[in-house]
Nanobody
Framework: QVQLVESGGGLVQPGGSLRLSCVYSGLTLEEYAIAWFRQAPGKEREGVSCISSVDDTTYYANSVKGRFTMSRDNAKNTVFLQMNNLKPEDTAVYYC???????????????WGKGTPVTVSS
């Protein structure tokens, strides 16, 4: 059974940082790419970043490029999303997802976590 469990969300002031974690089980990164998505209230789900199943190649949405960094620790079955210089528009529920293809299309993701909320506010 595949499981993805996110953690690390919370309330942070603008300009602050958070590190999200996604612990996965029941799958291997050799078979699946992992991606982070987010969904703000009243908005569609948005792809944030993804990491290749082949190597450590990462891709970022323009809205977070230069501020967010995705990484993985294979020994701990965990992927991370380091978020720096957070802005109020980053407020959303953040989800990790696993799918057979490298990219940010939510419709090709096979598995989803339940999400962790991030609020950026002073």
């Amino acid at each position: 059974q595949v499981q993805l469990v996110e953690s690390g969300g919370g309330l942070v002031q603008p300009g602050g940082s958070l590190r999200l974690s996604c612990v996965y089980s029941g799958l291997t990164l050799e078979e699946y790419a992992i991606a982070w998505f987010r969904q703000a209230p009243g908005k569609e789900r948005e792809g944030v970043s993804c990491i290749s199943s082949v190597d450590d190649t990462t891709y970022y949405a323009n809205s977070v490029k230069g501020r967010f960094t995705m990484s993985r620790d294979n020994a701990k079955n965990t992927v991370f999303l380091q978020m720096n210089n957070l802005k109020p528009e980053d407020t959303a529920v953040y989800y990790c997802a696993a799918g057979p293809f490298y990219g940010l299309d939510p419709y090709v993701m096979d598995y989803w976590g339940k999400g962790t909320p991030v609020t950026v506010s002073s």
